[in-house]
């Protein structure tokens, strides 16, 4: 995805205004903490982030989002003056449009801190509830969904691969269906997504198998509710996950590939 991006900034010519004009796509590199756009026009005659902003917010914030999480920034900001009201007014109107809340649901119960550091953006942070993993991801979802944010997704954290296409993928799914789940390679899913409570896709069910996507399924079927699949994403479970994880991530320079080649330096895990 990385050489896909950086060749179609390059292909477009995009560069930066100034003296220097330096090239665009070498700044898409790397993992960033912070993602700054700067919108702040200095020169008294310049009127074009004004009017991008102003007429094209959706198409900037959206932009903003997937390039913050290509870079796998914590923050993404769009600076602007004080003085450009109708602009401000139409970014964040924007952001309400566009913007995901996240909720993150944690165990154990003193696991709070290092995902709030992880996860500043998050709308809230609330312990997992049941005795079983089908308990948990269902009180997890009742309680987002109460809150009225339909349709719900939800993920695991063993999804190292997972982009925002797959993202976009499921909840373009769930625009013409009730439910969405997405399918790992060895038969589970690392996604659902409802528009309403669902307890019977939850009851009950083994996991760890290679029945358990299809069995959900046919729990959702039952229940009478519409279904249509989100893409594939390989989840990491066994010591053969991790290999092909290190065969994925061989040259790349995300986080994770960079805490892999620390982790195992000689090559591959054992």
Do not use: W
């Not at 249509?228 to 065969?247: G, S």
């Amino acid at each position: 995805m990385r050489d896909n991006l950086t060749e179609l900034i390059f292909s477009a010519g995009v560069v930066g205004c100034g003296g220097a004009g330096f090239p665009t796509h070498k700044k898409v590199c790397g993992q960033v903490e912070d993602f700054i756009v700067n919108g702040v026009e200095c020169e008294p005659l310049l009127r074009t982030d004004r009017y991008i902003m102003a007429h094209y917010a959706r198409e900037l914030v959206e932009t903003v989002a997937a390039i913050g999480a290509f870079l796998q920034a914590k923050r993404r900001v769009i600076g602007v003056k004080r003085a450009y009201a109708p602009q401000v007014e139409a970014l964040e109107a924007a952001i309400r449009e566009t913007g995901a809340a996240v909720y993150v649901a944690y165990t154990p119960e003193g696991g709070r801190g290092p995902l709030a550091d992880i996860f500043p953006f998050a709308r809230g942070l609330f312990p997992q509830e049941g005795a079983d993993l089908g308990q948990r991801m269902a009180a997890a979802m009742d309680r987002v969904l109460a809150l009225g944010h339909s349709p719900c997704v939800l993920i695991g954290s063993d999804l190292p691969l997972l982009t925002a296409a797959h993202l976009n993928g499921a909840f373009a799914a769930l625009e013409g269906a009730d439910a969405t789940l997405g399918p790992t390679l060895d038969g589970g899913y690392y996604l659902v997504g409802l528009k309403r409570p669902c307890p019977s896709l939850f009851a009950g069910k083994r996991y760890g198998s290679g029945d358990v996507y299809g069995d959900a399924v046919a729990a959702l079927e039952a229940a009478g509710r519409s279904f249509a699949p989100a893409p594939p994403c390989a989840d990491v479970d066994t010591p053969e996950d991790l290999r092909a994880l290190r065969r994925a991530l061989a040259g790349a320079e995300s986080h994770t590939a960079r805490y892999l080649r620390q982790l195992f330096p000689t090559g591959g895990p054992p």
